[in-house]
């Protein structure tokens, strides 16, 4: 094992108000070298009692098997783990001082890439430094792989830096006790396709995705949430069940098998029908025909249909939002056209400067949240949603109205979100009704 390298020490301000506070943290990269000769690299943040380095104690680290994550520890401040503002500052902060210090610990391009791995970076570099010479189709990852690195955004795309606006401005500062509704953008991120079970790996937890933007806006009324899931009749004739054994012993046991198995089968029809032998070749002749019409016309009966009602699947939720923004100044003017802003070009498909491909936009992360900046146990919690359609109303009012330097005197947003995954069982989690918490959840 090389000697670990240490970042310098940053400061981050946490909390609010009375209980904000300035925290010191720094970033440990210790390389490690395998028996086949190649590095890897643990990521750890170590908190500080101050800006001299006094008193460091490590408070979490990367998971090396998912570096989007970080692993806290019994040492990571109490009042921080519900913060999700400041437990995502120290994330950012710790992953630009790693990269302040790759240059001590990776000087290959093998190393660099590792690193960058570690980092929760693995996209960081030039093509040549992410091996796209080397990219072949051979699995259907490789071929995702080659889409996701076909191009660069076309110029004027924004990948981050959208800002934080809140409306009205007074909202989180006055102390009124006001709740709030937080829309964090996010980058898209895409699944990964595991060819070896073929299934989609999952985006990572969703507190732990870096904002690249956010906006803070009063909760507005009428808010709600509806969950569904699809149930459908179903049938299943006699004829269904043979043929579905039929099939099944064809790919279990061979195709022999699966003629074997028509045979018995056929035995089963006849027996089951005794002299009726209109009613069997009626019976045959329908499968044939992949209907069941002759068997009615000759015989006055159907193949009892087994109807039974059955699950078809989850839904998706929708949520929508109407928002009213009427300024009151310049600055409050400023900040809702950089929010209408914000939500549009958010939404936007971005494209690659070869028009290949087009890439998905930019999700949004949604929270309700108390006036002292916590998730709102008593109101439903969101999965990472797609901003389906957006709409402003400049003249709500119904009178075209503006201010002096030609800003509207209102705007009414109504914007239309769908989650991207589900709401699944264990979503809430197995604990016993008499040990859950007090909270809503999805």
Not at 202 to 212: E, F, H, P
């Amino acid at each position: 094992m090389a000697d670990p390298v240490t970042s310098g020490i940053n400061p981050i301000e946490v909390g609010e108000g009375k209980d904000k506070k300035t925290i010191f943290t720094g970033t440990k990269v210790t390389p490690t070298t395998g028996s086949d000769g190649n590095k890897t690299y643990k990521v750890e943040i170590i908190q500080y009692d101050n800006a001299k380095g006094e008193g460091g104690k490590v408070i979490g680290k990367r998971d090396p098997n998912n570096p989007d994550l970080v692993l806290w520890n019994d040492d990571y401040p109490d009042e921080l783990w519900s913060d999700g503002d400041a437990t995502e500052a120290i994330k950012q902060q710790s992953q630009s001082q790693a990269e302040g210090i790759q240059g001590q610990v990776a000087t290959t391009q093998a190393e660099k890439q590792e690193f960058n791995k570690s980092n929760a970076s693995p996209n960081k570099g030039n093509e040549s430094e992410n091996e796209q010479k080397d990219l072949t189709l051979s699995s259907v990852q490789a071929g995702v792989d080659a889409v996701a690195k076909a191009g660069e955004s076309v110029t004027g795309t924004r990948k981050g830096g959208f800002g934080v606006h809140v409306f009205p401005n007074s909202l989180r500062k006055d102390g009124d006790g006001q709740d709030y509704l937080k829309f964090d953008m996010l980058q898209y991120k895409a699944k990964k396709f595991n060819s070896d079970n073929f299934s989609f790996s999952g985006r990572g937890k969703l507190t732990d995705r870096q904002s690249i933007g956010t906006v803070i806006l009063p909760i507005p009324g009428g808010i709600q949430d509806s969950q569904q899931v699809n149930w459908g009749g179903q049938s299943m004739t006699p004829l269904d069940m043979a043929k579905a054994n039929i099939a099944l012993t064809g790919v279990r046991d061979g195709f022999s098998a699966a003629i074997s198995e028509t045979g018995n089968m056929a035995n089963n029809i006849a027996s089951s029908f005794g002299d009726n032998k209109d009613a069997l070749a009626a019976v045959i002749a329908g499968m044939a025909a992949g209907g069941q019409q002759l068997l009615t016309r000759t015989t006055g009966a159907i193949a009892n249909p087994n109807m039974e009602l059955l699950f078809g699947g989850p839904d998706l939720r929708t949520f929508s939002f109407q928002f009213l923004l009427a300024p009151r100044n310049k600055k409050e003017a400023m900040d809702v056209i950089q929010i209408i802003r914000f939500f549009k070009q958010g939404m936007a498909p971005i494209r690659t400067k070869s028009r290949l491909f087009m890439k998905s936009p930019h999700t949004f992360r949604l929270s309700y949240r108390n006036s002292k900046g916590t998730q709102h146990k008593y109101l439903n919690k969101f999965k990472e949603c797609a901003l389906g359609s957006f709409g402003v109303n400049y003249a709500p009012n119904g009178n075209y109205s503006t201010y002096e330097d030609g800003v509207m005197t209102a705007y009414q947003m109504t914007m239309n979100y769908r989650e991207l995954n589900p709401i699944y069982n264990d979503d809430y989690g197995d604990k016993p009704a008499t040990t859950l918490p007090a909270e809503i959840g999805f």
